[in-house]
């Protein structure tokens, strides 16, 4: 145990500081805000951070993205402003309904095919957090620096990562899949460069020890061989300390911290459980590991992490691909056995429409669920982790039948730590989707980006 710990811990100081954190064989658990005087965030030994305590809480922004668009009739909502009424596909966020943004009118006008032809499901992954015509290449790929990357160059040295890129499904960099676009453009939301796309991790396994295992990649990897060999959790480890702290905390902050520690103890058991179980039929063919065989798991825990991610401040930023766009998936667990993407080539067919409804929905409930997580976590001030979050979720492409990206389905949730006006259904008329963006990073504190994309400034009445 090294002096540091021991002084953050309180065996030879009385704070805790911004640089603490709770540490032990290869584990390293950063925790939530607290309200007790004297404890802030914990940070990793390595982070340059500065030694002054936390003060209010940060502004968290995601992006998620889901595939192939949305049925119009079912996922706009009936009235206006604060008077509207959710219609199908929005119905699971009833509940959260004042701390969410339905918008119309934001357009990619770049993901117009134009000269360029087919290609809308490349044009609309590639284009959603650029807002830039793609070169239309298998080999060649030129998009541009999506705008979570930007925020992250602004903030990510505040936290432990700039950024956190996930997806539900394997990354594919090369190679062609949409009329003659790169396999990038739809397998990958984030760009750090125009030619360089930030890869999303698929496999909750490596997020997992990415966020809570220490050192450098092959150090993590022995750890997590020698937790499995001695059948230990990560929490194992660092418990004695976790008690020395606990002693410490008001009352309100050790039922957070237990409730914290227990729920990186439980999405550590279900990581554990998809690794045990591989399905059958699959057997002969290399599986990652901890990739659950439900997608329904896979997604909610990809989610659950994405909130462990923001409670512990290990970043700000994150993007969440839930399917590439074109993603012809099944959804056998709501008895469709149809593709997706076929699905919503539907040809006005009325139950091709209901059921690609229906997988609107189903995606609909699973960010519904990781919507109220976020709303359950409280923060220092007594508001809630959703509060202080800005999250988009929507699709590149807005009618899948026509291919069009005008008019797309976006909602965004939070408040963004009071900044934004939730709550209602805002009709934009034809704005970029980028002045979203843009308005966006000000808030995150890029303040000083003027253009984004296609912009034409900042949305009004956000």
């Known amino acids: ?38 404890v802030s965030r914990a940070f990793a030994a390595d982070v340059a951070a500065e030694a002054s305590t936390i003060t209010g809480a940060p502004l968290r922004s995601a992006f998620v993205y889901f595939p192939n668009g949305a049925i119009p009739s079912a996922w706009r909502p009936e009235g206006d402003g604060k008077d509207f009424q959710f219609k199908k596909t929005l119905q699971p966020l009833e509940p959260l309904k004042n701390m969410v943004q339905v918008m119309r009118g934001l357009d ?10 087919a290609g809308d499901h490349a044009r609309g992954g590639g284009t959603f957090l650029t807002g830039v015509r793609l ?22 040295h505040l936290t432990r990562f700039p ?9 594919r960099k090369a190679g062609s899949c949409d009329s003659g676009y790169s396999c990038a453009y739809q397998y990958n939301m984030s760009w750090t460069s125009p030619t360089t796309p930030a890869p999303p991790e698929s496999n909750p396994r ?32 660092a418990l004695e300390d976790a008690r020395a702290m606990r002693d410490r905390l008001g009352s309100s902050d ?7 520690l227990e729920g990186v103890r439980e999405i550590e058991t279900r990581i554990e459980r998809a690794e045990r179980f591989a399905p059958a039929d699959l057997a002969s063919v290399d599986s990652p590991a901890g990739v659950p065989a439900d997608y329904t798991e896979y997604i909610d825990l990809m989610f659950d992490m994405l909130v462990l991610a923001f409670q512990t401040d290990s970043t700000r930023v994150a993007t969440m691909l839930l399917a590439h766009d074109g993603s012809n998936r099944s959804f056998e667990q709501i008895g469709i056995s149809e593709g997706h993407h076929d699905l919503t080539h539907h040809q006005n ?30 923060e220092s001030d007594g508001k809630s982790l959703l509060y202080h979050s800005m999250i988009v979720y929507g699709s590149g492409n807005s009618d899948g039948n026509r291919h069009t990206h005008v008019d797309l ?3 965004v949730a939070g408040a963004g730590g009071g900044t934004l006006n939730p709550g209602r259904y805002v009709k934009h008329g034809s704005k970029p989707m980028t002045n979203l963006f843009l308005s966006m990073a000000e808030r995150m504190g890029a303040s000083d980006l003027k253009r984004f994309g296609d912009s034409d400034g900042k949305l009004a009445d956000l």
């Not at 990619?108 to 032809?117: L, R, V, Y």
């Not at 950024?163 to 990354?171: G, I, N, Q, R």
Request: proline content about 3%; aromatic content about 8%.
């Open 1 to 38: 145990m090294s002096k540091e710990i021991d002084s953050a811990l309180g065996r030879k100081s009385t704070a805790v500081t911004r640089r603490a954190f709770i540490r032990g064989a290869g584990a390293l658990i950063a925790l939530p805000a607290f309200a007790t005087r004297g």
């Open 108 to 117: 990619h006008k770049t993901a117009e095919g134009g000269p360029d032809g």
């Open 135 to 156: 070169n239309k290449s298998a080999v060649t790929v030129r998009a541009g620096v999506s705008i979570d990357q930007l925020i992250a160059r602004k903030i990510g």
């Open 163 to 171: 950024s956190l890129e996930l997806a539900c499904e394997s990354a």
């Open 206 to 237: 490596l997020v997992f020890e990415r966020l809570f295992g220490a050192g450098s990649p092959g150090e993590r990897r022995a750890n997590l061989e020698r937790r499995r060999l001695e059948r230990r959790s990560i929490l194992d480890f």
């Open 254 to 260: 050790r039922e957070k911290l237990d409730q914290y």
């Open 349 to 378: 067919r009325a139950d091709w429409i209901a059921k690609v409804a229906d997988i609107d929905l189903w995606y609909v409930r699973r960010f519904a669920r990781f919507l109220d997580r976020l709303d359950s976590i409280k």
């Open 409 to 411: 389905p976006i909602v």
